[in-house]
């Protein structure tokens, strides 16, 4: 069996998707009990069974998980930029995966857990998922924050060689409807234009980039679950590989390259309204990310990466217009 905790969620529903398409139906998925908007996320997907997370790490803590399990995919985290009750995310995001991972010590189960290119902060020690550079990152805020205090206490462990962490860039793609103010800015991009006709985006305070010219390395939740499942202790290329690597593109495109096609997929013109970073996220606001991916690469992860004129098109025509999630 093969434990995806935040099975409901945008990524883990992503994995259960792919697993399923590799033939494999023997899966638990962890989760709060899902919202409507959620439950759709696993309609269409085959699994064994549900538990609820506090249930669930209950078991794990009393060592009374009695099936056999080759890999766990945890995903399951408080995932809001902008949460900052730190007591609560070092709960739900530190200690329970702290408890999940010795677990899995302690029964010889493959560990692939999620960090987040949240840690990297304004990018001024780079995008290099290099150990020697991980210590001296800062996050911009607490969720940031809470992902590097996981990521610092693998490596003071000397875990490295034997768990997966993946640092996610901007993940984008179908099964995010559920997320609110979380969702991608794709997934914002459409409903505003079929709404409003136009697209609001951020206005640059910095000198050396002019608004819209932000960048961000996009990755389409379809190449993102490939690298992810990669690892997989049966059926990844990659299952004897561990370490902590990045999850991007390798590409930095523009807010407005995102814009633009977004604008191409709908058949618009484009159509920009320009407004303020809002006041309690300007000091959070990151200008510029870019995974450096050599280390995946190298690991033997060869497969193309959508770019992301194609992702995009992908998204919105096969299934935001569609009113479609993943799906077998």
């Not at 050396?208 to 990844?236: C, H, N, P």
Request: glycine residues 8%; contains cysteine.
């Amino acid at each position: 069996m093969k434990i995806i905790t935040g099975g409901a969620g945008f990524i883990g529903s992503a994995i259960c998707w792919h697993l399923n398409k590799s033939g494999y139906n023997d899966i638990l998925i962890v989760d709060d009990e899902p919202t409507d908007a959620k439950q759709k996320n696993l309609n269409n997907l085959k699994y064994s069974d549900f538990i609820q997370k506090e249930e669930f790490i209950n078991k794990i803590n009393k060592a009374a998980v009695n099936f056999k399990v080759s890999s766990v995919y945890h995903m399951g985290a408080c995932s809001s930029t902008t949460e900052t009750n730190m007591d609560f995310l070092n709960e739900n995001n530190v200690e329970y995966s702290k408890s999940l991972g010795k677990w899995c010590l302690n029964y010889n189960v493959k560990y692939i857990y999620a960090s987040s290119a949240a840690t990297y902060g304004d990018g001024s020690n780079g995008f290099d998922d290099d150990y020697i550079i991980i210590p001296k990152l800062k996050p911009l805020n607490k969720y940031g924050l809470s992902k590097q205090l996981f990521d610092m206490w693998v490596l003071e462990n000397k875990l490295e060689n034997k768990f997966v962490g993946l640092k996610y860039f901007n993940v984008f793609g179908p099964n995010e409807n559920h997320k609110g103010d979380m969702r991608s800015m794709v997934n914002k991009a459409y409903t505003q234009i079929n709404e409003t006709g136009k697209l609001k985006l951020f206005r640059s305070l910095k000198p050396e980039y002019k608004d819209g010219e932000q960048l961000r390395d996009f990755i389409y939740i379809k190449d993102a679950v490939e690298m992810t499942v990669f690892f997989d202790s049966d059926l990844g290329k990659g299952k004897d590989k561990s370490g902590i690597y990045n999850i991007g593109s390798g590409t930095a495109s523009t807010w407005l390259d995102a814009a633009r096609a977004v604008f191409n997929a709908l058949g618009k013109e484009i159509n920009i309204e320009w407004i303020d970073i809002p006041e309690n996220i300007r000091n959070q606001y990151q200008y510029y990310s870019k995974a450096n991916i050599n280390k995946l690469r190298s690991a033997g992860f060869d497969d193309p990466i959508m770019n992301l004129d194609v992702a995009i098109n992908d998204y919105i025509k096969n299934y935001l217009m569609k009113g479609y999630y993943l799906t077998l």
